[in-house]
């Protein structure tokens, strides 16, 4: 299990380099990002996890797919999304999106409803998945982490609201500039 590190550290913005080769280090890799992303069964810590927000700047991160299961992806990409935005369903359809590495914060991001992505098995293999939402935007929110985008980027731009969760889990309105900008590396 690995440390996540927090915003603003440095390597959240790197671009991470493709795995040319599906190696012993990069199997005790995507092993890492399981165990850090479920250190217990019952008590997922998330949906996915991107290797940049370990510190590691490769493209591979796990993600919760329809099966529920938790999935190794490397070298992913999308090749086809929707024009329909997750902003077009109902209110009770959409979601707030969080993140490990910026812990306490959510927001809505408008994402492709439905996407499709190519990514590499640990076996080597090249998948095709078409994904629906919640687990597109799973998948997209994981690969900005590999481009150096957070969710915050999101926010930022479309100047949605970004919320704070307080110690008993309820959300208020914050801003941006409440983030701390203190590196923990």
Not at 9 to 37: F, G
Not at 94 to 120: H, M, N, W
């Amino acid at each position: 299990m690995s440390t996540i590190i927090k915003y603003p550290h440095p390597t959240l913005r790197k671009k991470s380099k493709p795995i040319t080769k599906i190696t012993p280090k990069i199997k005790k890799l995507a092993q890492d990002l399981i165990n850090t992303t479920i250190p217990d069964p019952k008590e997922p810590l998330g949906v996915g996890l991107a290797a940049p927000q370990i510190n590691i700047s490769k493209r591979i991160f796990v993600a919760m797919m329809p099966d529920k299961k938790i999935t190794i992806i490397i070298n992913p990409q999308i090749i086809k999304s929707s024009k329909k935005m997750l902003s077009n369903l109902s209110k009770n359809n959409q979601f707030l999106e969080g993140c490990l590495s910026i812990p306490g914060y959510y927001g809505f991001v408008d994402r492709p409803i439905k996407i499709k992505a190519t990514y590499q098995t640990l076996k080597g293999l090249t998948k095709t998945v078409t994904l629906k939402s919640p687990f597109s935007s799973y998948f997209q929110h994981e690969l900005d982490h590999l481009n150096g985008v957070l969710f915050i980027d999101h926010i930022k731009k479309s100047n949605n609201q970004l919320y704070l969760a307080d110690s008993k889990g309820h959300l208020k309105p914050t801003t941006l500039q409440g983030l701390s900008l203190k590196s923990k590396k």
